[in-house]
């Protein structure tokens, strides 16, 4: 084969062949489940986090949550470093939540692109419920991750 046509030849096989380089040991190519798995084995169901949620929506901005046993006990909105009242933590989602809503978005988004951390909880995502709609969209990017019962400042 002449160089120039191998040369075609690998230059059209080398991105399939990229393909490859994400193992099933890559974050990027783990289910929902196996996220969760992993974050749960290090965080438990007692944590505390920081959320930035962009969205047409009451629960919008940045917020840090306490999770106890499963559920948010306690908020502030970062903005202020007031507390979110209590009626309202409903709104806000535990990390179970989070990644039922990811693993619901997988099958009923239009768009869903997710970029996990190497403790298990998705550090950011974007989800389009309806690609036509307007104001359907919505975002989060989830740091400070913490296992057990933090004070805030």
């Keep these: 084969m002449p160089p120039v046509r191998a040369f075609l030849l ?4 080398l991105p399939f062949s990229a393909c490859q380089i994400a193992g099933p040991d890559d974050a990027r190519t783990s289910t929902v489940q196996e996220q969760k798995a992993l974050f749960e084995a290090r965080f438990g169901t007692t944590y505390s ?6 969205c047409f929506c009451a629960n919008g901005g ?7 046993g499963g559920e948010v006990v306690a908020a502030l909105r970062v903005y202020d470093n007031e507390p979110v009242p209590a ?9 179970d939540e989070v990644f ?3 693993q619901r978005a997988e099958t009923e988004a239009d768009r869903l692109d997710v970029t996990w951390s190497e403790f298990g909880y998705p550090a950011e995502f974007f989800i389009d419920w309806i690609e036509e ?12 991750v913490v296992p057990g019962v933090q004070k805030p400042d």
């Design 10 to 13: 690998l230059a059209f096989l």
């Design 49 to 54: 986090f920081n959320v930035m949620r962009g």
């Design 62 to 68: 940045e917020h840090w949550l306490q999770v106890e």
């Design 87 to 95: 009626d309202q933590l409903e709104w806000l989602e535990t990390m």
């Design 100 to 102: 039922d809503m990811i």
């Design 133 to 144: 709609a307007a104001d359907d969209e919505m975002g989060m990017t989830i740091s400070n």
